[in-house]
Antibody, heavy 120, light 107 residues
Framework: EVQLVESGGDLVRPGGSLRLSCAVS????????MSWVRQAPGKGLESVAN????????YYVASVEGRFTISRDNAQNSLYLEMNSLRAEDTAVYYC?????????????WGQGTTVTVSS | DIQMTQSPSSLSASVGDRVTITCRAS??????FNWYQQKPGKAPRLLIF???RLQSGFPSRFSGSGSGTDFTLTITSLQPEDFATYFC?????????FGQGTKLEIK
């Protein structure tokens, strides 16, 4: 069974840091681009970042560039999102998803999400 | 950034109804366009990709059409499990952007 399981979400103060993880199983992780998408409470979906198969090509939306870092460990079948200088507007459920955010074919498998709350 | 505008924002319909949801892009995006279905408390699921191609696992009562700036999601003969929020997405240019969502509710 194809499965993505996020973890690492927490309550953090503005300016703080957090590292999200996404554990993958059921498919050959190293063959797929991977993405992070977030959803603020009661709001729509927002692209965050994505990464190519070997980790040497990364894309970030402007609102997180310079603060967030996407990475992956193909040996561990894991995707990560390092988040620094967190702001209240980063509060959201963060989903990892299989595929390239910018690809014609969409994101075809999603995790259940992990909640990040930025508040003092 | 390309703006994606869905209409309506919410829609009430009955089981068995045919419904249509539209999404308009602020500039032409060819068919670099996807639809996602999201149920409360759940992750989104890819429903339609490349404007008209049905993702495996979804029944044929779902269909997508359009190209350029105007796109349509049609659900024929609504079933109870179809009540959800639907989001459109463009992947033509960066940043990839989503519509605000259309909440399909039971009448």
């Amino acid at each position: 069974e194809v499965q993505l399981v996020e973890s690492g979400g927490d309550l953090v103060r503005p300016g703080g840091s957090l590292r999200l993880s996404c554990a993958v199983s059921g498919f050959t992780f190293s063959r797929y681009w991977m993405s992070w998408v977030r959803q603020a409470p009661g709001k729509g979906l927002e692209s965050v970042a994505n990464i190519n198969t070997d980790g040497n090509e990364k894309y970030y939306v402007a609102s997180v560039e310079g603060r967030f870092t996407i990475s992956r460990d193909n040996a561990q079948n894991s995707l990560y999102l390092e988040m620094n200088s967190l702001r209240a507007e980063d509060t959201a459920v963060y989903y990892c998803a299989r595929g390239d955010l910018r690809n014609y074919n969409g994101l075809d498998v999603w995790g259940q999400g992990t909640t990040v709350t930025v508040s003092s | 950034d390309i703006q994606m505008t869905q209409s309506p924002s919410s829609l009430s319909a009955s089981v068995g109804d045919r419904v249509t949801i539209t999404c308009r892009a602020s500039q032409g995006i060819s068919d670099y366009f996807n639809w996602y279905q999201q149920k409360p408390g759940k992750a989104p699921r890819l429903l339609i990709f490349a404007a008209s191609r049905l993702q495996s696992g979804f029944p044929s009562r779902f269909s997508g059409s359009g190209s350029g700036t105007d796109f349509t999601l049609t659900i024929t003969s609504l079933q109870p499990e179809d009540f959800a929020t639907y989001f459109c997405q463009q992947t033509f240019t960066t940043p990839p952007t989503f519509g605000q969502g259309t909440k399909l509710e039971i009448k």
